[in-house]
């Protein structure tokens, strides 16, 4: 149980462009979800947090119009990078979890989207 | 701020010993400390802890935590090459509902034959 998809595993696209990231839950509802952001050889990096039905709450240094989150069903967040741009290439990581309550449920992981911007 | 720090971040051991990882932590309101183990992709779930003393195993893994002194170690006996990886450790802490993970820096662990 707890399965997180997350699609597309791999992006690579031109300067410019706009992005968008799907992550969903299969087997659960996720009344919240999270988007990560990893450079090699560091941990993660929270930059937003997603509830459903809301908008989310960004990270501090986490540019809103840059990153747009779109959380608008119990199993779907979507992470659009809008005009990407290089130094925006990294490995993506959204998180769900289950239930409400004092949000102390573990977090399950997507496999990440590794984004590469030419 | 919350902080979350692990040690040693490299670890470098042969098949079949035994290693303890470990995680220490400062936060406010604390809730629960998880364990991952992150491979190529995204980190898996091992432990969740939010009971002082109370082992977690699985298989060969366990965890425990320890609240009074704020930290908590992962060990592994027996290892094998298929335990490398980065180890997280992660916190739940805080006022808010949303269960936001505060995570450390991550235990580099290789296995070789």
């Known amino acids: 149980g707890a399965v997180v998809s997350q699609h597309p595993s791999w992006v690579i696209c031109k300067s410019g462009t706009s992005v968008k990231i799907e992550c969903r839950s299969l087997?659960?509802?996720?009344?919240?979800m999270f988007w990560y952001r990893q450079f090699p050889k560091q941990s993660l990096m929270l930059m937003a947090t997603s509830n459903e039905g809301s908008k989310a709450t960004y990270e501090q240094g986490v540019e809103k119009d840059k990153f747009l989150i779109n959380h608008a069903s119990l199993t779907l967040s979507t992470l659009t990078v809008t005009s990407a741009h290089p130094e925006d290439s990294s490995f993506y990581i959204c998180?769900?979890?289950?239930?409400?309550?004092?949000?102390?449920?573990?977090?399950?992981f997507g496999d990440g989207t590794r984004l590469s911007i030419l | 701020e919350d902080k979350v720090v692990q040690s040693p971040l490299s670890l470098v051991v042969h098949e079949g010993d035994t290693v303890t990882l470990n995680c220490s932590y400062e936060?406010?309101?604390?809730?629960?400390l998880l364990w991952y183990k992150q491979e190529k992709k995204a980190p898996t779930f091992l432990f969740m802890l939010t009971s002082s003393g109370i082992e977690k195993k699985s298989g060969r893994l366990s965890s425990i935590l320890d609240k009074k002194e704020l930290f908590s170690i992962l060990n592994i006996t027996a290892t094998q090459t298929g335990d490398s990886a980065v180890y997280l450790c992660?916190?739940?802490?805080?006022?808010?509902?949303?269960?936001?993970?505060?995570f450390g820096q991550g235990t580099i662990l290789t296995v070789h034959p």
């Open positions: 998180s769900a979890r289950a239930g409400g309550g004092m949000g102390n449920q573990p977090q399950h």
């Open positions: 992660a916190v739940i802490a805080g006022g808010t509902s949303y269960g936001k993970l505060t």
């Open positions: 936060v406010t309101n604390f809730r629960s």
């Open positions: 087997d659960f509802q996720a009344t919240t």
